[in-house]
């Protein structure tokens, strides 16, 4: 039986936090499974500069190429939000190690659990039965395009660029994830103002042409945003760039009521990067109040993508859905109706839908 090689880094701020009850549920799904699953540990971002004076070590990378998933938590630290000259920064390591591992692909689930309707500041009637799948592209666009400073700093640029094979090969994973739900797919861009746009709708609309059974819009960027808002149920699967990605996925936060409880996966052809949405939150970091249930749900997608193990994926996100059913919530997604009493810290809510996971599993066996 294959031993899966499974790396955890915790990253800045509440990543440790989070991510401990992540690889707990990890670990809990090997028990009950009985899979073989093997852990390290490596340093990314703020932690490893200041232990290496490096954001990716080459430590981190040699394990990194070396395992069959990363479990990741949290980048991100105050000094260099405060002081934005500072050349060697946090962020820098996440993007390196996404480029050596060729991770081109993020997969945003923005799923709204019933629970929480009243957890977002968007009226429940507009959210209710929300279920969107993101695909953002992840190696192109302005993050890596040219980049410099001219005119003796005075004028900036960043230069948006696309090839066509990083467009095909993003919009075949999404139109083949359409295929398992709705079979929507709405690809988002400004080709009425960018060049590298109009490339990635001609792309878009040659790719669609395998997959006749899928249908195919395209949406504007400053329209989706307002969409995504006033109607978010016409989503199925959407498919866009890193830039108008990264914000669109931003403000769907919005729809599952609170950043806290969105997980993402990012993925190529080898290893996979399955990391919670939300910060570092330094602000919150060592008090024991984070939510681990992203991190949780990151598990979910990383036991369904990199290893295949849907059964044991929809035990996890079984197991937090009935955790919230039972009442159960962190600080920030309870209202005013939730009971003191539950309202849990970080321990404590990982402790309790590790006890739920593992009722689920043994009334799989029981059933079965």
Do not use: C
């Amino acid at each position: 039986m294959k031993q899966y090689q499974i790396l955890v880094i915790g990253g800045d701020g509440i990543g440790n936090e989070v991510t401990a009850w992540g690889k707990r549920v990890l670990e809990e799904i090997g028990s009950l499974y009985e899979h073989p699953f093997a852990f390290d540990t490596a340093l990314l971002g703020h932690a490893a500069i200041e232990a290496t004076g490096s954001p990716l070590p080459e430590e981190t990378l040699r394990k990194a190429h070396g395992s069959d998933a990363i479990l990741f938590g949290a980048i991100g630290h105050p000094k260099y939000d405060n002081d934005p000259s500072l050349k060697v920064r946090p962020e820098q390591g996440l993007l390196g190690l996404r480029k050596a591992l060729g991770l081109y692909t993020n997969i945003r689930p923005i799923k709204l659990f019933d629970e929480l309707l009243n957890a977002s500041s968007i009226k429940p009637e507009i959210l209710k039965g929300a279920d969107i799948l993101f695909f953002r592209e992840l190696t192109g666009d302005v993050y890596f395009g040219e980049k410099a400073r001219k005119d003796e700093g005075k004028t900036a640029y960043d230069v948006m660029i696309y090839s066509k094979y990083e467009v095909e090969r993003i919009a075949h994973k999404a139109f083949q994830a359409a295929r398992r739900r709705r079979k929507i797919v709405h690809s988002v861009d400004k080709a009425n103002v960018l060049e590298s746009s109009r490339l990635w709708r001609e792309t878009v609309n040659e790719v669609a042409m395998q997959y006749p059974d899928v249908e195919l819009h395209h949406q504007f960027i400053d329209s989706a945003a307002m969409l995504l808002i006033k109607n978010p149920r016409m989503f199925d699967v959407i498919l866009t760039g890193n830039l108008f990605g990264d914000i669109l996925t931003d403000e769907a936060s919005q729809i599952a009521g609170s950043m806290g409880m969105l997980a993402s996966a990012s993925i190529g052809d080898s290893t996979g990067f399955y990391e919670p949405i939300h910060g570092s939150a330094p602000d919150i970091a060592g008090k024991g109040i984070a939510n681990p249930l992203a991190s949780i749900l990151s598990v979910a997608l990383l036991l369904e993508y990199s290893f295949g193990m849907k059964k044991e994926a929809e035990s996890v996100v079984e197991a937090v859905e009935k955790t919230l059913k039972e009442g159960y919530r962190t600080i920030d997604i309870a209202d005013n109706n939730t009971p003191k009493e539950k309202i849990l810290g970080t321990k404590a809510m990982g402790e309790q839908v590790i006890k739920i996971l593992q009722k689920i599993v043994v009334n799989e066996v029981v059933e079965a």
